[in-house]
């Protein structure tokens, strides 16, 4: 395996992600690397592989670290995109509210220093915990009228998704 200290290709990234394919131990590794490393490079590199995983790799070996992968996403001293990490909390096949990461969403799907790859992934994970209660979808719903037109196209459609899969729920 490629070490993580060192850029990395998309390429490359594929393919470790390919070879940590039901690999219990390695992908509890990567996760180690991307939670305890003093070096930004590896916690990136790291958090890319995960975000490559296959979806059924991350429900099984990262959806019992569910609570511990939301704590560092929602934190404020992350060293590596945001985004990466809410990738991989957006493939996990739970719709149940945590209030952390919710109030998390809300609170920065609108900040502008937020990364236009962290906000749509805000807007995704937000509308699939708002959508089976009318108070959170329009609470949501004010949240995205606040969000400039101008926006990049991925927040647009992540915007257009939302609000398209919150309607089809009332």
């Given amino acids: 395996m490629l070490s993580l200290d060192i850029r990395l290709s998309k390429a490359q990234v594929m393919a470790i992600a390919d070879q940590l394919h039901h690999d219990e131990g390695g992908i509890e590794a990567m996760l180690i690397q991307m939670k305890q490393t003093d070096h ?3 916690a990136y590199n790291a958090a890319w ?6 979806k059924e790799d991350k ?3 990262l959806l019992p670290h569910y609570g511990e992968l939301v704590a560092l996403a929602t934190s404020t001293a992350l060293c590596f995109r945001r985004g990466l990490l809410l990738a991989v909390l957006a493939d996990f096949p739970t719709d149940e509210v945590n209030g952390k990461l919710l109030d998390f969403c809300l609170l920065h799907l609108t900040d502008p220093k937020e990364s236009d790859s962290a906000r749509p992934a805000m807007i995704k994970l937000a509308a699939r915990m708002c959508k089976p209660y009318p108070e959170l979808c329009k609470e949501l ?3 995205l009228d606040m969000m400039p037109q101008d926006s990049s196209p991925s927040i647009a459609a992540a915007k257009r998704n939302a ?3 919150i ?3 009332w």
């Fill in 40 to 42: 930004p490079r590896v």
């Fill in 49 to 54: 592989v995960l975000s490559h995983l296959s």
């Fill in 59 to 61: 429900r099984i070996y």
């Fill in 141 to 143: 719903m004010l949240h």
């Fill in 163 to 165: 609000l398209k899969r």
């Fill in 167 to 169: 309607q089809r729920g």
